[in-house]
Each structure stands twice: as C-alpha cells, then as structure tokens.
C-alpha cells in the first residue's frame, strides 16, 4: 500500500511538473504578442529586416516599448518621402529599434516618477560600447518617454502587456535617439540650464553643442536647477554676470576629453574643458561619491551619473562649477 502511495505521489508531482512547464511553454514570446497585433506589423517587419526577431524571441527578460503602425508611418514620413520599413537603412533602423529595449522587465507600477533606464543601443560599433539612455517620467497613470512626442520621445498608451520574456508598452510615437541638447530639454531639472544655454546671448554655446557627433563627442557636467538658484541668487558668484561670463561659466562645464564614462574617471584626474583658454577641473573620488572640484577649490557632487546620449555624455551635478 505504502509502495502504491508513493508511486501515485510521484505521479502526480511529474504531472504538476508537466502542467507548470505547459502553461510557461504556452505563454506568448514579445515577438508572438507583436505578430498576432495588426497594429504591429511595422515593428515586425521592422524586427525581421534587423535580425532582432531571435533576440526578442528567446531567453532573457526585456521592457519593450512598441510603436505602432501610425507612429512609425510619421516617422519614416519625417525622413523623407518615399521611405518605407523596406528601404530606411537598416543599420539605421537597428539602432532606433534598440533605443525602445530596455534589458529587463519593468512593469508600469514599478516605475518611479522620474529615472534614467539604458537601452539597447549602442553609440558606436564597439562590443563594450556603451549604450543610450532612456529617460522616463510617471505622472498617474501617464508613462514619458524622452519628454513625450514634442522633444523626439512617445506616451505610453498601453501599459503591461505581459509576454514569457517580459512585457510590452505600446506607445505613440517612434522613440528618436537623443543628444546631449535631447536629454538636458527632456529633463525638468536641468530647466534653468536649457533657458540659460538656449538664450539670445548663448547662441554659440548652443551651437557648440548641437554640432557634437558621435565621433566628435564631449562630456557635460549639467548643474540642476537648485545648483542655478544658488548661483545666480542673491550672493551667488554669477549674479549679474555680463553675457561673456556666463558663456565662460557653460563652457567650463563641457569637457574637451570625448565621451567620460563615471568609470573612467580617476581620483585627482585633471580634466581640461572648453574654455578660452583652458581651464582644468579635478575629479574627486570617495567612497561611492564622485565630486568636481573646480578653480575655487569647491567641490561639485555628481548625483547622476552616465545619461548617455548619441555624441556625448551628462553627469548631473549639485552645484554650479566657477571658472573665476
């Protein structure tokens, strides 16, 4: 009887083993859950041309948001006529569909009300090259990405459509890889910086800045708006600054050493940047803590680090850096 007992246990555990595996087995795949949506077959097609089906097909787990058929219509629209899935460059469109990739599973509730995630894109060829940042924002219920379609990003429509290998966020426009002017518009704490740098007075450090490539990248160090209050308050070193002076300032904050990941920086590192002539910044490194010390020997705390974009990187800073 005992032997009978243990035999039906046993059976029945294979067969609970079998269900479990059959219900995970039958779940649908991203890839799946985007080719039985008429709504998705750009992004198929678009998966298919790129050879990212097999990625986002197979193991792992991923945050997806998927364009739709209308939002990549605009976008191919705004490439120029006659551009289609089939003829846009497909190296091109490879890089866009991983700037929508995140490499884990992030569902709609665990999103806080502002961060940085990475994508899957690449800026460059190389196999440790570093990949673009996403910067998301949570109002209630209403998911940004990059600033919503005014600044290049999308809205999440649909949230949570749950896939084996993670989950998709339908959203309604194609998500554009920023640039450095991208992520410091995109961000609302670095406001007073955007109004600052996009000022009549400020048109050529703006330009400056709008013509860095990906070959051709720098690395800015962007103070938030509470860095700027204190600095252009009363008894701030930049209140009532002439024009030239606050130029001097912005440059002194976009170093000349290409893109510097907070991994490469080193405790003491000289770090020349943009002024006229040179001036020199120092990295401090403490435990766990990076701080700019700039020509007054004032320390600056980076608070984000690595928002990575197309020619450059930003590490968010807490305070102002003076450059006299």
Request: hydrophobic share 45%.
């Amino acid at each position: 009887m005992k032997k009978l007992t243990k035999i039906i246990g046993i059976a029945f555990l294979s067969l609970t083993i079998f269900s479990c595996s059959s219900d995970s087995d039958s779940q649908p795949t991203i890839v799946d859950i985007a080719s039985d949506n008429a709504d998705f077959t750009i992004l198929v097609r678009a998966l298919e041309r790129t050879n990212l089906v097999s990625t986002l097909d197979g193991a792992g787990q991923f945050t997806v948001f998927a364009p739709t058929n209308t939002a990549f219509n605009t976008f191919f629209t705004s490439l120029g006529a006659g551009v289609t899935v089939e003829n846009v460059d497909a190296a091109v469109l490879k890089n866009i569909l991983l700037n929508h990739v995140i490499g884990e599973e992030i569902k709609s509730g665990a999103l806080p009300a502002a961060s940085y995630a990475s994508t899957l894109s690449p800026i460059n060829a190389t196999p440790t090259s570093p990949t673009i940042s996403m910067f998301v924002q949570k109002a209630g219920s209403v998911v940004t990405i990059n600033g919503g379609v005014s600044s290049k990003g999308a809205v999440v429509t649909t949230a949570d459509l749950d896939a084996s290998n993670g989950v998709i966020h339908v959203v309604n426009s194609v998500i554009q890889i920023p640039t450095l002017v991208d992520h410091v518009v995109d961000n609302p704490d670095f406001e007073t910086l955007q109004t600052v740098v996009t000022s009549t007075d400020q048109a050529a450090v703006l330009a400056a800045l709008s013509g860095l490539t990906p070959s051709a990248p720098a690395t800015l160090f962007a103070p938030n708006n509470t860095a700027f209050a204190t600095a252009l308050g009363a008894g701030g070193f930049a209140n009532g600054a002439t024009a030239p002076q606050v130029t001097k300032v912005l440059q002194y904050h976009v170093t000349t050493a290409g893109n510097v990941r907070a991994n490469q920086l080193m405790n003491n590192q000289v770090v020349p940047m943009f002024t006229n002539p040179v001036q020199n910044v120092t990295v401090i490194l403490g435990t766990g803590t990076v701080d700019i010390k700039d020509t007054q020997n004032i320390l600056s705390r980076v608070f984000q680090a690595d928002i990575q974009a197309s020619n450059g990187v930003i590490h968010g800073v807490n305070t102002v850096l003076r450059p006299f």
